[in-house]
Nanobody, 123 residues
Framework: QVQLVESGGGLVQAGDSLRLSCAAS????????MGWFRQAPGKEREFVAN????????YYSDSVKGRFTISRDDAKNSVYLQMNSLLPEDTAMYSC????????????????WGQGTQVTVSS
């Protein structure tokens, strides 16, 4: 069982930065792949980024590539999403997710989810 808790969301202006955190309660964090997804009101859940168990592989959606960076700290059982140059269209509920194999952007492939943290970007 993996429990995930996100934090770091908030209200910012366009062009600002935010760093989201996701803390995992599991003894096997160093062996699981992590992902970030987001969902805006009235829209489907969207893949944002993922990272493999070692941190050596990452993948981003085209909409955030070059602006967002995913990273992990196994000593803290945490994964992060550094978001720079935020745009109003980045406004959404951001959730982290976990699975035991890396390599998918489909939310249905992830087994564990956090409750989400709201990011609102004003223009």
């Amino acid at each position: 069982q993996v429990q995930l808790v996100e934090s770091g969301g908030g209200l910012v202006q366009a062009g600002d930065s935010l760093r989201l955190s996701c803390a995992a309660s599991t003894r096997t964090f160093s062996s699981i792949a992590m992902g970030w997804f987001r969902q805006a009101p009235g829209k489907e859940r969207e893949f944002v980024a993922n990272i493999n168990w070692s941190g050596s592989s990452t993948y981003y959606s085209d909409s955030v590539k070059g602006r967002f960076t995913i990273s992990r700290d196994d000593a803290k059982n945490s994964v992060y999403l550094q978001m720079n140059s935020l745009l109003p269209e980045d406004t959404a509920m951001y959730s982290c997710a976990a699975r035991f194999r890396y390599g998918t952007t489909l939310f249905s492939d992830y087994h564990y989810w956090g409750q989400g943290t709201q990011v609102t970007v004003s223009s």
